[in-house]
T-cell receptor
Framework: AQSVTQLDSQVPVFEEAPVELRCNYS??????LFWYVQYPNQGLQLLLK??????LVKGINGFEAEFNKSQTSFHLRKPSVHISDTAEYFC???????????????FGAGTRLAVHP | GAGVSQSPRYKVAKRGQDVALRCDPI?????LFWYQQALGQGPEFLTY????????KSGLPSDRFFAERPEGSVSTLKIQRTQQEDSAVYLC????????????FGQGTRLTVV
């Protein structure tokens, strides 16, 4: 069964500093990969996704992630964070070969990013 | 509407009570998902609809959980005889197609069973 590990439950960082949120997945099959952001009392919003092609994926709000198949990782990065980036971030995978033909997402436990002035 | 709408936003239920949670997906979206998010955890898949057909209910934790989407638009998640472990945020998501289409999430319904 697939699983997603987000190695840090909380990441404190100062404004304008770079940040990396780590995500590793455990799967013997090819996967699609996603990062979602959840602001307080809101639903999940898609930041970026990797389906195929270039392993470096750029998303909204200046975020990017790199798919590393050999390390089964999909770490999220931003070169300079803002106070408004404070939120919960979730990494998710779905099975590329799933016969059902829909993206059944398996989520990690989340990383709380706290940006301080 | 402009996005996925869920109601109520908050629900407090006494243990043993039945509850119904509503999801209005984005108009025209074929796929609809329900997820359960326990406190401090990531969302966990409950069930999937393609139009009115419930194609996957493998994540429903017990036979007390029931979901329907009779006309292929609005969906209802019903929980019978609620228990404390049912306390969670229930998220609904919809997508225009099936594979490889972005899922848009609602704000969720926070269910507290007391």
């Amino acid at each position: 069964a697939q699983s997603v590990t987000q190695l840090d439950s909380q990441v404190p960082v100062f404004e304008e500093a770079p940040v990396e949120l780590r995500c590793n997945y455990s799967s013997s099959v090819s996967v699609y990969l996603f990062w979602y952001v959840q602001y307080p009392n809101q639903g999940l919003q898609l930041l970026l996704k990797y389906l195929s092609g270039s392993t470096l994926v750029k998303g909204i709000n200046g975020f990017e992630a790199e798919f590393n198949k050999s390390q089964t990782s999909f770490h999220l990065r931003k070169p300079s964070v803002h106070i408004s980036d404070t939120a919960e971030y979730f990494c998710a995978v779905s099975d590329r070969g799933f016969s059902g033909g829909y993206n059944k997402l398996i989520f990690g436990a989340g990383t709380r990013l706290a940006v301080h002035p | 509407g402009a996005g996925v709408s869920q109601s109520p936003r908050y629900k407090v239920a006494k243990r043993g009570q039945d509850v119904a949670l509503r999801c209005d997906p984005i108009s025209g979206h074929v796929s609809l998902f329900w997820y359960q998010q326990a406190l401090g955890q990531g969302p966990e898949f409950l069930t999937y609809f393609q139009n009115e057909a419930q194609l996957d209910k493998s994540g429903l934790p017990s036979d007390r959980f029931f979901a329907e989407r009779p006309e292929g638009s609005v969906s209802t998640l019903k929980i019978q005889r609620t228990q404390q472990e049912d306390s969670a945020v229930y998220l609904c998501a919809s997508s225009l197609g099936t594979a490889n289409t972005e899922a848009f999430f609602g704000q969720g319904t926070r269910l507290t069973v007391v």
